[in-house]
């Protein structure tokens, strides 16, 4: 009943800066936090930043002040701005979607790959 759809990921020099995109679609009823989660190889997944259908924020200490999340509910869509990428931010990055009644939702994933 929901489609997240991620895009915006790619290849970036360290340093540079890259910004993601997660639209939703479908039964948005009870749409409540959403957030972006990433997985490197060999490692388990990590939150990296949530945000309340108010706009409070939360992130991983990791990459906390180089990377900003936010949302458009009008369009059930919500954002990652990273900056300042590092190597260690290599990844593939999740859009996640929760909701106050009936199941959270994941999107299919993007792959921000950053080099030197």
């Known amino acids: 009943q929901v489609q997240l759809v991620e895009s915006g990921g790619g290849l970036v020099q360290a340093g540079g800066s890259l910004r993601l995109s997660c639209a939703a679609s479908?039964?948005?009823?009870?749409?409540?936090?959403m957030g972006w989660y990433r997985r490197a190889p060999g490692e388990l997944r990590e939150l990296v930043a949530v945000?309340?259908?108010?706009?409070?924020?939360n992130y991983a200490d990791s990459v906390k002040g180089r990377f900003t999340i936010s949302r458009d509910n009008a369009e059930n869509t919500v954002y990652l701005q990273m900056n300042n990428l590092k190597p260690e931010d290599t990844a593939v990055y999740y859009c996640?979607?929760?909701?106050?009644?009936?199941?959270?939702?994941w999107g299919q994933g993007t792959q921000v790959t950053v080099s030197s």
């Open positions: 945000i309340t259908t108010s706009g409070l924020t």
């Open positions: 479908g039964n948005m009823y009870s749409l409540n936090d």
């Open positions: 996640h979607a929760t909701f106050r009644i009936g199941p959270d939702y």
